[in-house]
């Protein structure tokens, strides 16, 4: 019932930033929990990011926190990752993903729904 879109994906320099959006449509945004997550080819798909959609708790992989900032904003049914000190191994595919529950939410099968996914290129 959720549809996902994400943007803001490009090639930036190491050290430069990004901002990834992701839009949602198809039902309420509110209720739902959020997630970032990216991939490389023939690797695992990755935890970055998430937020809650009942008290707006973040939490963050120990490889960006610091770096990478999660936020909402449900007036326009849209979660952002704010991206810093971006480094080349941070290139990936890109997804947001949409959870309905609250739990275990470094787990991609906790997920829902998800993004088609923005590439982020990072060059040295």
């Known amino acids: 019932q959720v549809q996902l879109a994400e943007s803001g994906g490009g090639l930036v320099q190491a050290g430069g930033s990004l901002r990834l959006s992701c839009v949602a449509s198809?039902?309420?945004?509110?209720?739902?929990?959020m997630g970032w997550f990216r991939q490389v080819p023939g690797k695992e798909r990755e935890f970055l990011a998430a937020i809650t959609w009942s008290d707006f708790t973040t939490y963050y992989a120990g490889s960006v926190r610091g770096r990478f900032t999660i936020s909402r904003d449900n007036a326009k049914n849209t979660v952002y990752l704010q991206m810093n000190s971006l480094k080349p191994e941070d290139t990936a595919v890109y997804y947001c993903?949409?959870?309905?529950?609250?739990?275990?939410?470094?787990?991609?099968?906790?997920?829902?729904?998800w993004g088609q996914g923005t590439q982020v290129t990072v060059s040295s």
């Open positions: 993903a949409a959870a309905t529950t609250s739990s275990r939410l470094a787990l991609m099968r906790t997920y829902d729904y």
């Open positions: 198809g039902r309420t945004f509110s209720g739902s929990n």
